[in-house]
């Protein structure tokens, strides 16, 4: 089990950047994947970017280029830095971490991105 606190989202003008926060209530090191959800008003929440125990990333198409997922395993947190946003990234963010067959979500952090 493990608890998640999203931070860092904000209101932002187009082209700028933010880097999202997630930090987790145990160690980060042992959580097979981890990750970065979206849901913007009216649609369903969908993957953002991904980061395995192995060191591997998936990005969405929507993101790739302008986003990074990376993990500190001191601070047991994982950052999403956003980087040209788009009026279209405009949504709530959520952390996601898969321990076994379970998932555990943050509670979400809104980004709006202003044209």
């Known amino acids: 089990q493990v608890q998640l606190v999203e931070s860092g989202g904000g209101l932002v003008q187009a082209g700028g950047s933010l880097r999202l926060s997630c930090a987790a209530s145990?160690?980060?090191?042992?959580?097979?994947?981890m990750g970065w959800y979206r849901q913007a008003p009216g649609k369903q929440r969908e993957l953002v970017a991904t980061?395995?125990?192995?060191?591997?990333?998936n990005y969405a198409d929507s993101v790739k280029g302008r986003f990074t997922i990376s993990r500190d395993g001191a601070k047991n947190t994982v950052y999403l830095q956003m980087n040209s946003l788009k009026p279209e990234d405009t949504a709530v963010y959520y952390c996601?971490?898969?321990?076994?067959?379970?998932?555990?979500w943050g509670q979400g952090t809104q980004v709006t991105v202003s044209s």
């Open positions: 996601n971490a898969r321990i076994g067959a379970s998932g555990y």
């Open positions: 980061s395995t125990i192995g060191g591997s990333t």
């Open positions: 145990r160690t980060i090191f042992s959580i097979a994947v």
